[in-house]
């Protein structure tokens, strides 16, 4: 089945630095994958995504690039902010009839003032 | 405003006393799952609903129960519960199971859950 691993699983970076998160897929066929921001006390939410017909994707500070090839995707933070600091989950789609996302373990970004 | 509403948000409990946490969402979406979240683990998801009366297992499905008989509410029943399912609980709802950016999946603010 899928697998998807996320790497660091903590990064820590000066405010105005730029961070970097990876991930890989096993599944060939997965198609979607999303990024997920978790805050302290809070539910994940939807920050930035990206279909596999598309090779990078740019929403302000953030982006998300995807070698399908290769099977990894990365999000992009540019000039982090003290308010970037969080939890981070990539996700990839699994398809099928179980419909469902499948997670990496997370990335707990820290952003020093 | 769109929302997934999950009661009881803490909750500590003890060995075998069976619980239920309740979650609602207000957009009529189709797809609802629960996830468990675990240091080092991430996010699991333990059952899933594609619609009314239609359930089934995630990946961590033993020790839960859920069921579907309205569209929006999706409880998470936990029978006799035990210290391993000690975690971080998240419902999550969305149109359809399918991965679209039109399917963005809306998460609950959480429940954490201590079994002693």
């Known amino acids: 089945g899928e697998n998807v691993e996320q790497h660091p699983s903590t990064l820590s970076v000066q405010e105005g630095d730029s961070a970097v998160i990876k991930c890989t897929y096993s599944?060939?066929?997965?198609?979607?994958f999303p990024w997920y921001k978790q805050e302290l006390g809070k539910g994940p939410q939807l920050i930035i995504d990206?279909?596999?017909?598309?090779g990078e994707k740019k929403d302000q500070r953030i982006a998300v690039t995807l070698n399908k090839t290769a099977k990894h995707f990365s999000l992009h933070i540019t000039e982090t902010q003290p308010e970037d600091s969080a939890v981070y989950f990539c996700?990839?789609?699994?398809?099928?009839?179980?419909?469902?996302?499948?997670f990496g373990k997370g990335t707990k970004l820290s952003v020093k003032p | 405003e769109a929302q997934v509403t999950q009661n009881p948000r803490y909750l500590i409990t003890v060995t075998g006393k069976k619980l239920t946490v309740t979650c609602s969402q207000n957009?009529?979406?189709?797809?609802m799952s629960w996830y468990r979240q675990d240091p080092g683990l991430g996010l699991r998801q333990i059952y899933y609903?594609?619609?009314?009366?239609?359930?089934d297992k995630g990946d961590v499905p033993e020790g839960y129960k859920v069921s579907r008989k309205e569209k929006r509410n999706f409880p998470l029943i936990l029978e006799s519960p035990s210290p391993n399912q000690t975690s971080l609980y998240f419902c999550?709802?969305?149109?359809?199971?399918?991965?679209?950016?039109?399917?963005?999946?809306?998460f609950g603010e959480g429940s954490w859950l201590t079994v002693v």
């Open positions: 999550a709802s969305s149109l359809t199971s399918g991965g679209s950016s039109g399917n963005t999946i809306y």
């Open positions: 599944d060939s066929a997965s198609n979607y």
């Open positions: 990206i279909r596999s017909n598309v």
């Open positions: 996700a990839a789609y699994r398809g099928g009839s179980q419909g469902n996302l499948i």
């Open positions: 957009m009529n979406h189709e797809y």
């Open positions: 609903s594609m619609n009314v009366e239609v359930t």
